[in-house]
């Protein structure tokens, strides 16, 4: 689905002929085009590396994995040239494990100096966000290598305030949160027995200080300018990184070629608006180049941004009417609306964050006025349409922000 703008500012015409019904609308068709056609994303490299292996793209920068425990069984890491031949800055580190650790002394070596056998040597480490995948070396490359760590004042935070919230039991008010969003008796004692505290069991212990990166002042990086570009929604404080000279974007999470990131409401902030911050966020990156390459935490790097982009918005834009319209037929829970979210069953553990993604829809569409909150005799929070919701606003309102950026981004001037 499209939700970029035209030459012109306005949405598109085939976003417009898209939403002329809206999806409340009696008898309109609420299955809006969210796919975008294979061919508009190009991945350059066929294959990815192997683990542990270093694949030079574009720039001199490598591309390598590292091992992940989930279904998501790999993270992308990158090495960005930063002084003397052999010498990176590295992006992200990995999970805390004993796989990523032996694949990383392998690289690396002892003391992080390249040896004759080719081991590369790490200047320092940047971070996206907090997720375990992505920090969960930083302690220990810190320890081992002696690396500065540079991220976002609010990743760092948020990352050290996550490592300390360990406790015996889970907390009442996490109880309460999920509650409030409809989980049963059986549903809130298994949530009770897997305890809570459990970041730290993918992330090293962290250093205290770190070197706060602003989105304000470009990072020089070898003989580059890259850019930090803040944003929300998926993590607090996430960092992409742009060089608005060769038009490469490290994304992160914020923009992967064939999923979509999580985007959740947490007992932290229980009455938060995350999809609000993470459309807006892929909204500002809608200002980038159309032909930028783009770098992703996940899956193969690609070129194809702006029809990307479109179609995750086109995606939530599309979830955003079908939760409205299981609210216009009765008062739901977050738990009862993931039928409009996902097309299989969700069990287990991703019952929480399904619960945490149906409460980012559903606090989107309060904040706009469509729903309502209000608990029921349980204490369960039911939603309650109040309004017709309005898709072709929010898609302007997007393209307002994509508007601003292009005008105001401190590189601009660099294209």
Request: a neutral charge.
């Amino acid at each position: 689905m499209k939700t970029s703008m035209n030459e012109s500012g306005s949405p598109p015409a085939d976003l417009t002929e898209a939403l002329r019904h809206e999806p409340n609308e009696p008898g309109a068709d609420h299955r809006l085009p969210t796919r975008t056609d294979a061919s508009a994303l190009e991945y350059p490299w066929a294959h990815p590396p192997a683990i542990g292996e270093v694949v030079e793209i574009a720039h001199g920068i490598g591309w390598l994995r590292m091992p992940l425990p989930w279904g998501l069984d790999h993270i992308n890491l990158y090495l960005l040239p930063d002084g003397a031949e052999g010498e990176f800055a590295l992006v992200d580190t990995g999970i805390r494990s004993k796989e990523t650790k032996a694949a990383w002394r392998r690289l690396v070596g002892t003391g992080g100096t390249r040896s004759k056998d080719g081991r590369i040597h790490l200047t320092r480490l940047l971070l996206t966000h907090h997720h375990p995948d992505h920090l969960g070396l930083a302690g220990w490359f810190a320890d081992r290598y002696g690396l500065k760590v540079h991220a976002s004042r609010v990743c760092w935070l948020y990352a050290r305030t996550l490592w300390f919230d360990k406790a015996p039991e889970v907390p009442a008010e996490v109880l309460e949160f999920f509650h409030r969003a409809g989980f049963s008796p059986e549903a809130l004692e298994r949530l009770r027995a897997a305890g809570w505290g459990r970041y730290r069991e993918g992330v090293e212990r962290l250093p205290i200080g770190v070197h706060r990166i602003d989105p304000t002042e470009p990072l020089k990086i070898g003989g580059a300018l890259w850019w930090a570009i803040e944003t929300a929604g998926h993590a607090p404080g996430h960092l992409s990184f742009f060089d608005p000279k060769r038009r490469l974007l490290v994304s992160g999470d914020q923009v992967l070629p064939e999923i979509s990131s999580n985007v959740s409401v947490y007992p932290s902030e229980p009455f938060g608006n995350p999809l609000a911050e993470w459309l807006e966020g892929l909204a500002r990156l809608r200002a980038l180049p159309a032909d930028t390459l783009v770098l992703p935490a996940h899956n193969r790097p690609f070129r194809g941004l702006h029809p990307r982009l479109d179609q995750l918005i086109g995606k939530h834009v599309e979830r955003l009417g079908g939760v409205a319209e299981m609210c216009r037929e009765q008062p739901r829970a977050a738990v009862e609306i993931f039928p409009a979210l996902y097309r299989r069953r969700v069990a287990g553990m991703e019952y929480m964050m399904a619960t945490g993604e149906a409460l980012a829809h559903l606090h989107f569409l309060e904040a706009e006025g469509v729903l309502a909150r209000e608990p029921d005799a349980t204490g369960a929070h039911r939603f309650v349409w109040r309004a017709r919701y309005q898709a072709q606003e929010v898609v302007e309102r997007l393209a307002k922000i994509t508007r601003g950026q292009e005008e105001t981004a401190p590189w601009t001037s660099i294209r």
